[in-house]
């Protein structure tokens, strides 16, 4: 069973910032890619991926407001905003690809998709 559990949202005024954070645990292998989605008025967008290796792929909308980090000793994908927009109000939601071992752990499963519940980040104008 693999968990994410994400931290740091929150109330925040036009031109603060936050640090989101997700940490994975349970029974994986390797997570291939970690990073952030948001959802707002029903619509969910990708705010930032980041490949074990290579480069973070980034929402348009972020235009080099956010910064998305990696701790791999520890699972864990760090999100910072700055500059923050009214706009940015979202749920925040970690998402993590995982590659898992079969039941028998002969076979290597994956990437699947996991996900976090999600951390409420409000920006007040």
């Known amino acids: 069973q693999v968990q994410l559990a994400e931290s740091g949202g929150g109330l925040v005024q036009a031109g603060g910032s936050l640090r989101l954070s997700c940490a994975a645990s349970g029974n994986f292998v390797s997570i291939e890619s970690m990073g952030w989605y948001r959802q707002a008025q029903g619509k969910l967008k990708m705010v930032a991926m980041l490949?074990?290796?290579?480069?973070?792929n980034y929402g348009d909308f972020v235009k080099g407001r956010f910064t998305v980090s990696r701790d791999n000793a520890k699972n864990t994908v760090l999100l910072g905003m700055s500059r923050l927009k009214p706009e940015d109000t979202a749920v925040y939601y970690c998402?993590?690809?995982?590659?898992?071992?079969?039941?028998?752990?002969?076979?290597?499963?994956?990437?699947?998709?996991?996900w976090g519940q999600g951390t409420q980040v409000t920006v007040s104008s």
């Open positions: 490949p074990s290796a290579g480069s973070p």
């Open positions: 998402r993590a690809d995982l590659s898992y071992l079969s039941e028998d752990g002969v076979n290597l499963i994956g990437p699947s998709d996991y």
